[in-house]
């Protein structure tokens, strides 16, 4: 059974750094295009960041180019989300997902979700 799995979520003061982790199991990890999404209550889930399978393609949403960084170590199954200067309005549960259009970027695509992890941001 496939598992994805995220950690690294927290709570921090605005301005601060997180850097998010997602790991992968019993999943051909290089063959997919991976990225993250967030989800704050009564709220639908959007598109964070994406990669491509050899990471030569990264895709933002508006709200983060500049501050997110993601990257992916094939070797280690494990996606990465290095988020800086963030702001309360970055607060969120933050998923993991696999196998999906990088171009696009919608949840309905998705095949994989891990659990989430939350991140809250203070002022």
């Known amino acids: 059974q496939v598992q994805v799995v995220e950690s690294g979520g927290g709570l921090v003061q605005a301005g601060g750094s997180l850097r998010l982790s997602c790991t992968a199991s019993r999943l051909p990890f290089e063959r997919y295009t991976m990225g993250w999404f967030r989800q704050t209550p009564g709220k639908e889930r959007e598109g964070v960041s994406c990669?491509?399978?050899?990471?030569?393609?990264?895709r933002y949403a508006d709200s983060v180019k500049g501050r997110f960084t993601i990257s992916r170590d094939n070797a280690k199954n494990t996606l990465y989300l290095q988020m800086n200067s963030l702001q309360p309005e970055d607060t969120a549960m933050y998923y993991c997902?696999?196998?999906?259009?990088?171009?696009?970027?919608?949840?309905?695509?998705?095949?994989?979700w891990g659990q989430g992890t939350q991140v809250t941001v203070s002022s």
């Open positions: 997902a696999a196998d999906f259009s990088c171009q696009i970027m919608t949840t309905t695509q998705v095949g994989y």
């Open positions: 990669i491509t399978r050899s990471g030569a393609i990264t």
